[in-house]
Structures are given as structure tokens and as C-alpha cells.
């Protein structure tokens, strides 16, 4: 997060604009829009199946490359898309059929969202909006998804205390960066090592929880880090709410400094985080098909595919992120009134 700190308001902006239209996606239909738009796809997937020859392997493997990046959610491949079918077309090589299943799988995230309703549609393209931006302030080593799951966790943290603007947000993210510079946050690490080696036991949580009670910072400093500290431990090391909350208790470290990120909203970040990995997973099925030589059995398999595991993918996408937008803001909305 200290990377944020000297980060431009309009960009931080953009990143709210985001969050909030997250946190107010509501009920939401998905299904429906999904069968539609499948049903779409799938049919030109067997027009091109039912239409390939041997001659059409480079086409439709460039086609289904720059769909497979598209697909994901993640950094636009868009680019490459063009410029591929663009050289393919002058050589005439790439059939009416092919051409209209690339032109639909490039638009259909956005023709689901704009069948659901509008705050869906607002958010998927404000998500992709920025995801050029997530991945250049991303530490090396660290995927968007992973980014983007400590980014919603530290805006929790942020509305936990006050109301989420750039100013604020900037000011956290300074907080970060004393942290993240201080000799303190050794001890962090090396407990966060110990635990995660550890049978973690309730005596080996309640270890972590004292060196946790023991850090030497200044309120906000200390905040951030323990809730952090506390949402890895959740999501990352399995343990259960139960554990660290009690031994959070035995350790003398007040639950409700770390209850409002740390388990209700934590819990709605560890979903989100899931369903987006679960929809970037879609890659690896496009490029598994590509690795098929036979090109007939590659469009059979990229038919079969549409109709499986990557329409269940997008319905697990949609359906996640309105489970997660709810549990998120039932954790924030009181902290939201009370900053008001």
C-alpha cells in the first residue's frame, strides 16, 4: 500500500469510483444474461467448428489467444487482437464465421454486464478501467487480483476510521510506507514465518497475537498492521475467525480494533479474491485448447469448453462478486454512518 502514497488524486479517485460502485451492486439477476449470451457464442463457436479446415489452424489460435487475455478480466490484450486479425484479414485468410465469433467473445463481459442492469455495467468497465493501473503500482511480485484484494482491505480499513476519499486514502497509504520503512515490522515478519511453520495451535496464535500487542507504533501504524497481519492469517495461513478471535482476547488485544476488517469485511475480500481467480482461470482453458494440433478437435473442444467450464466460470464470477459486494458492505456500512 505504501506505494500509493504520492499517487495522483484523479487516480486515487478512480480507484473510490470503483469501490463504491462495488460495494453498491445490489441484487442482481446474472444467470439469465449469461444463458443468452453463451447461447450466442456457442452457436458461432459450431458454425466456425462446423466450417474449419486444417488452413484455418493460425487463425483461429492468433483469434483464440487475444480472446483467452480478454476473457480474464485482467491486462488487455486488445492490442494484439487487432493487429493479428488485422494482418489476417488483408491476407484473407480468416472466415466471415471466425470473424464474428472473435468480434462477439472480445465484447461479451460487457454485453453480460449490460443485460444485468447498469451498476453492473458501470462497474465492470470502471474494474477494467483500472486494471492498468492496479498492476503499475503493484510490488514485484504480487498479481492484480491479489493487489486489488489489499487495496479493498485497506479502503475497509480506511472507512473503519473516516470517510474514504483521496486525501484520507493518501494518508493511510503514508501510514503504510512508515510501516513498511520501520525496524518494527521484522518482528512481524519473522512471528508471521514462526506461525506459518508452526502446527498452528491455539499457544501458537496466542504467540502471534502478543507480538502483535507488543508492536511499538503509533495508533493508525498499529491498526494497519494488526488488521493485515490478522487478514492474513484468515486467508492466507486457513485459520479459522473462531481461533483468532479468542486467542486475540487472551492476548489482550481489543476485538473491536480488528473485527471490522479483519473478519466481516475480511471474509467478503477472501470471496472476491476467489471468484476473480476463478474467472482469470479461463486463460489456462483458451490456452489448453491451443495446445490441441489437431485443428477440427480444437474447435470441438473450444465448443465444449463454452458450454462447460468457462460459462460456469462467469456464473461464478457474477454471482461471487454480489455475494461479496453484500457481506463487504454490511462491514462497512455502520463505519460509514458513524464517519458521517
Not at 483461429?60 to 487475444?66: E, G, N, P, S
Not at 487487432?82 to 488483408?90: P, R
Not at 519473522?190 to 511453520?197: M, P
Not at 479461463?282 to 465448443?303: A, G, H, T
Amino acid at each position: 500500500m505504501s506505494t500509493w502514497e504520492t499517487e495522483s488524486d484523479a487516480n486515487i479517485d478512480k480507484l473510490i469510483a470503483e469501490h463504491s460502485l462495488f460495494v453498491n451492486l445490489g441484487q442482481f439477476d446474472s444467470d439469465t444474461a449469461i444463458n443468452d449470451e453463451f447461447a450466442t457464442l456457442n452457436d458461432l463457436a459450431c458454425k466456425v467448428r462446423d466450417l474449419t479446415i486444417a488452413a484455418d489452424a493460425t487463425q483461429i489460435a492468433a483469434d483464440a489467444a487475444a480472446v483467452s487475455a480478454i476473457w480474464s478480466f485482467g491486462m488487455s490484450m486488445a492490442a494484439f487482437a487487432a493487429l493479428e486479425a488485422a494482418e489476417l484479414i488483408e491476407r484473407k485468410e480468416i472466415s466471415s464465421k471466425s470473424k464474428e465469433l472473435n468480434d462477439k467473445l472480445a465484447t461479451v463481459d460487457t454485453d453480460i454486464s449490460k443485460k444485468i442492469n447498469k451498476n453492473v455495467a458501470d462497474y465492470v468497465a470502471k474494474y477494467k478501467e483500472n486494471n492498468n493501473l492496479i498492476a503499475s503500482k503493484a510490488p514485484k511480485g504480487l498479481d492484480t487480483k491479489t493487489c486489488r484484494g489489499n487495496l479493498m482491505q485497506f479502503m475497509a480499513e480506511v472507512e473503519k476510521n473516516t470517510i474514504l476519499d483521496a486525501a484520507n486514502f493518501k494518508k493511510y497509504a503514508a501510514s503504510a510506507r512508515i510501516v513498511y520503512n520501520s525496524d518494527e515490522i521484522n518482528k512481524v515478519y519473522d512471528a508471521l514465518d514462526k506461525l506459518n511453520l508452526s502446527s498452528r495451535s491455539d499457544a501458537d496464535v496466542k504467540q502471534f497475537m502478543d507480538v502483535l500487542k507488543g508492536l511499538n507504533y503509533p495508533k493508525t501504524e498499529l491498526s494497519l498492521v494488526q488488521n493485515f497481519a490478522i487478514a492474513i492469517m484468515f486467508y492466507k495461513l486457513k485459520i479459522a475467525n473462531a481461533t483468532i478471535k479468542a486467542q486475540a482476547e487472551a492476548a489482550g488485544l481489543p476485538v473491536e480494533e480488528v473485527e471490522a476488517t479483519a473478519f466481516e469485511a475480511m471474509d467478503a475480500v477472501g470471496k472476491f479474491v476467489t471468484v476473480v481467480a476463478v474467472v482469470m482461470s479461463v486463460v489456462d482453458v483458451v490456452f489448453n485448447i491451443l495446445d490441441i494440433v489437431d485443428v477440427v478437435k480444437q474447435c470441438e473442444k473450444m465448443c465444449d469448453e463454452l458450454n462447460g467450464t468457462i460459462k460456469s466460470s462467469y456464473k461464478s464470477y457474477f454471482d461471487g462478486i454480489k455475494e461479496a459486494s453484500k457481506q463487504y458492505n454490511a462491514a462497512i456500512a455502520p463505519k460509514q454512518r458513524k464517519a458521517a
